[in-house]
């Protein structure tokens, strides 16, 4: 089925331009016009706003028309499909990357990476292979699945404000997730998820997980929040600003981790945190070194003793506070005493401040004394570095299932009763309680670029699943399709 461009009602706005994963389509003299890599994928014809792009009713002449996901797109020789997985070589469609089939220790036996997909569900999965570890004849069955309940939860090690729970994440203007709630030292995206992967910019939403889990940097934008540059085992930049340390603790644990070395630079100290601003004197860990309440009261709502919390926002560990006077609310003068010296930081240490207070029960900033560089320093050297990173998240049901065996409830309930090792691409994974196989991976530990997408639109994971001969007879799997590994291998 040809794409055709209805050159009336095209208006040349570039909407398909940006959408096309093959890149077929140009402008000419603001009209749309289709070159041969064109699979005929149908993203034009759903992402156009005036309805100028359809499908006729004939294939595309000399084309091969892929049944490996329900898009069917019809590739011409030497051309790939929209997935990029698969490439027309003299008439035949062919996977266009190479079985990666390296065993790492306690993994596979072969990864699903190049393997092609079982898809429809009725197909026994590309790869069923079998060796002898340890004595033992052990089973892998791969399949490279489609899964449209699929995403990524990406982890951000920083203490700068990039938006509030909930808020919608977008890329190019389009939602692709939220902020999800905070983990401790770090911020939290969930990206992807059916709705969206099947809501009407799915398609930018499918790109962009596959783009994190391979490692590939994105620019996306909190509303009401900070745009972010993401890419997995990089600093993260946020507002144009490379971020470089995760914060040691919240306000409070800063100060009871460091209250010994604090108390011997200052006489009181404020450790901003957007979570839980900690104040020195009047913390148990301020008195376990000796001190008591030094009259100084922070800017932030009291919790408990030596524990206040903070607002979030644009300045300082993340609060509000742009300028650390301000993190200073009062000073009681008939505790406090003229020329003590407070120190204002965040839990990375990153920025510091240093004031004295006068008679009158004001305060003046002076220069940081070499002993409180040396504390601030401490807190420092005791902060990781900064990174993002991500985990896959997916469900297998459908072809990652019934390709393996004739009964895909006893597939789960092997995974769950751990008779069946699912892995991903090679990396161990963590599989949800309850029903179903609900699993996360870490990407990192993923054969690197190993995922893609196809435009229904849903991800594509490399799915393994690897279990003993004996369990797998008893599973009902697919015995006739089993090949030895070495066979596989040198094939």
Known sequence: MAIVVDLELCKGCGV??????????????????????????????????????????????????????????????????????????????????????????????????????????????????????????????????????????????????????????????????????????????????????????????????????????????????????????????????????????????TIGMFASVLKEAVDEAIILDHHVVGLLSEHLAGEFVGMSWSGVTPKARRSTRGRYFGEPGPGWGGTDIENPRDAIQSVDMLIAKAGMKILVTETTGQKAALFEVEKDGGVIEIPLTKRVRQSVNTIVANCEEARVSAVYTGGTGGSARAGVAVNPLQVTQAVHCGEAKLTIGGAETFVLPGGGINFMVDVEKVVPKAFTWVPTPATVAPVEYTMTLEKYKEIGGHMDYIRMREDIKNS
Not at 17 to 38: G, T, V, W, Y
């Open 16 to 253: 398909c331009l940006k959408e096309c994963p093959n890149k077929a389509i140009s402008l000419e003299e603001k009209k749309a016009r289709l070159a041969d890599s064109c699979t005929s994928c149908g993203i034009c014809v759903r992402v156009c706003p005036f309805k100028a792009m359809h499908k006729n009713l004939d294939l595309k002449t000399g084309a091969v028309k892929c049944t490996s996901c329900p898009v069917q797109c019809e590739v011409l020789n030497g051309f790939i499909g929209a997935c990029q997985r698969y490439r027309n070589d003299g008439g035949k469609l062919v996977r266009n990357r190479r079985l990666v089939t390296d065993k790492s220790e306690g993994g596979p036996l072969i990864t699903a990476v190049g393997a092609g997909t079982s898809y429809p569900c009725c197909r026994p999965a590309p790869h069923i292979v079998q060796d002898t570890i340890d004595d033992v004849e052990v089973i892998t069955v791969v399949t490279e699945a489609p899964l449209s309940y699929s995403g990524v939860k990406v982890k951000i090690d920083t203490n700068l404000f990039i938006g509030n729970e909930g808020a919608k994440v977008r890329r190019n203007g389009k939602i692709i997730g939220m902020v999800d709630t905070e983990e401790y030292g770090s911020k939290m995206l969930t990206i992807g998820g059916a709705n969206l992967l099947t809501g009407k910019d799915g398609f930018i939403v499918a790109r962009t997980v596959v783009e994190i889990a391979n490692g590939e940097r994105v620019t996306v934008k909190v509303d009401d929040g900070s745009e972010l540059e993401l890419e997995v085992g990089a600093r993260p930049i946020i507002n144009g600003i490379i971020d470089t340390k995760m914060r040691v603790g919240c306000g409070s644990a």
